[in-house]
């Protein structure tokens, strides 16, 4: 009886530590009810170097985050390794992570790819980000990883 009681305690431990790695995970992503990149496809950043809403009747879900695609093809693609797909610093504003650390909302349509990786920017009010980070992409970049493992 002793062995049985053990198991249980040692799965629901287990389940606790997974279920709060998931829910720690996608509270710091960018999500609006649990979807990522504001339904834009993540796949066709790579494969049509564009922007396009994805259909909310074809989607993925991985690790706690919902993704929208034009297709199914996008969609299997993205299956087979979504790590590849999903944005950097969990969807917010790749200048502002760099600069000051802070989550800024993103405008998706703003984007850049950097070594097979999607970064996003915000670009509104007469503020596109991605210009700023342009002027020293390297030194923000390098911030921003630092920044993103703190927050992260």
């Known amino acids: 009886m002793k062995n049985k009681q053990r198991i249980i305690i040692v ?4 389940f606790g530590m997974f279920a709060t790695a998931q829910s720690g995970r996608t509270s710091n992503f960018n999500l609006e009810k649990k ?3 504001q339904g834009y496809d993540p796949v066709a950043y790579f494969k049509q170097k564009k922007t396009i809403k994805g259909n909310n009747s074809i989607v993925a879900g991985h690790d706690g985050a919902n993704y929208n695609f034009v297709s199914a093809a996008n969609k ?8 590849a797909y999903e944005p950097q610093y969990g969807g917010w504003c790749a200048y502002a992570i760099g600069s000051s650390g802070e989550k800024v909302d993103i405008d998706p349509e703003t984007f850049k790819i950097i070594d097979n990786k ?3 920017f915000y670009n ?10 342009n002027k ?3 030194g923000l970049k390098r911030k921003a990883d630092s920044n993103w493992k703190k927050i992260n």
């Open 11 to 14: 799965f629901a431990i287990a």
């Open 35 to 37: 979807l990522a990149i």
């Open 76 to 83: 299997e693609v993205f299956l087979k390794n979504p790590d």
């Open 118 to 120: 999607l970064y996003l």
């Open 124 to 133: 509104a009010y007469f503020s596109n980000t991605l210009k700023s980070w």
């Open 136 to 138: 020293d992409e390297v």
